[in-house]
């Protein structure tokens, strides 16, 4: 008797909402995976630079170079952004990054990405971070 080789079906995303009002926030309330080929577990990115040196930087500046941070360690592993499934936002101030919010909004649209969303204000990050990233991806 021989073995059969089966290929794996390809990855399927399901996204529960059971309401809508979370659409405009940028998230969904749960994202279903089956049939994953990997799955990316990243640390907390935030605005280091590529040499190690915390940012103190205002809030904009940061978030854009979390999101930068965050899609290199994506892309540098062979995953895309699309696949987040989960993120975790960590701030030391929900209040400065609310008007810097659309940024994040923009990134996520840009990306077409789904994600479940934990957005955590924290007394304090690393040095003089303000906001730190964390993800987890599937292909």
Known sequence: MRAQYHKPSKMEK???NPWQWQDARSYVQAVE????EGTLYVSGQTAISDDGISSNADMETQLVLALKNLEKVIGDAGYEPQGIVRLNIYTTSTAELWPNFKIFQDWIAKHGIKQALTL???KSLF??????LEATVVK
């Open 127 to 132: 040095e003089t971070l303000k906001v730190e």
């Open 14 to 16: 399901t996204i529960i």
């Open 33 to 36: 995976v089956k049939h994953v």
């Open 120 to 122: 955590l204000e924290v």
